[in-house]
């Protein structure tokens, strides 16, 4: 528990926090996708790959740029973290913080994922999602998250008082992207980074500000798809919380895998080019 405020609240206490919030970052000003030009070619796609993830594992794969890829659930209500690198660069990788600055708290139709600096740019452009619907819930949760990191031994060790847990998101995640690269695991665990966490359910508790996950609403037959605005490589784990209704880092929660796919299209969408990195010519003031 948080101790409470040891500070008299000023007199002008309820004025300050009447003060109407300010969108950090105006959509007006940020290039947004032609998300029309996307989904006019994606119905004319053939199947170039599909890998099934068991749970409490993960699996890569690669995304050539202007590939489709969907994440699908197949068996059961189940949940994702996902890692994406440049393919052909692999310091390039998934910025959660900056894309959730510039999206919100959770992605969805039209939305990008960008890379971190110095290149940031998308890397992909969300075309389809089949939970579009939920929305925000009155808890004020919603699905596909970029607030949660990634569930973690380490943090499972701090909380569980020298807990010892091999197959949280982190592991699974480190030990594929070490068995794909050819990494010792000590410096493939350097590359694993915060995730989108497809199909989780999460919002902040609106009293105390807390994290919390609630049951997945994604049943089999959903799925996300994004384009890809690069040539990518995929790390994905499906995660020991299945469907995050109760708790992860463990063996408890019932799990299911998770299919993944990537489509090339008969044809690119009408002006499309694979995103250029970032303009700033990074001199930094000298
Ligand atoms: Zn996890």
Known sequence: MKPAPITAAPLDAAARKAIAPLVCYPV????????????????DVTLVERLVIPPREAGTWTVPAGHFCRILCIEGPQVADLNLFNLNNLEERFYSGKTRALNGTHVGLGDQLFSSFPHMRPMATITHDTLDWYGF???GGAVHDVIGTRCDPYTHNLLSHGGQYHHCCHSNLTRAFAAHTGKPL?????????????FMCTGFTRDTGQYFMKASPVRVGDYLEFFAEIDLLGCMSVCP?????????????ACHPLAVEVWRPAALPEGWAPAPENGYDRSHGL
Do not use: K, Q
């Not at 007006?28 to 119905?43: H, K």
């Not at 000590?186 to 497809?198: K, P, S």
């Not at 919380?241 to 929660?253: L, M, R, Y």
């Open 186 to 198: 000590a410096e493939a665990e350097r590359y694993i980074h915060d995730v989108l966490n497809v």
């Open 137 to 139: 819930d009155d808890f």
């Open 28 to 43: 007006e000003t940020l290039p947004r996708p032609d998300l029309a030009r996307y989904r006019a070619v994606r119905d």
């Open 241 to 253: 919380g299945g469907d995050c209704s109760s708790e992860h880092s463990s063996d408890v929660a």
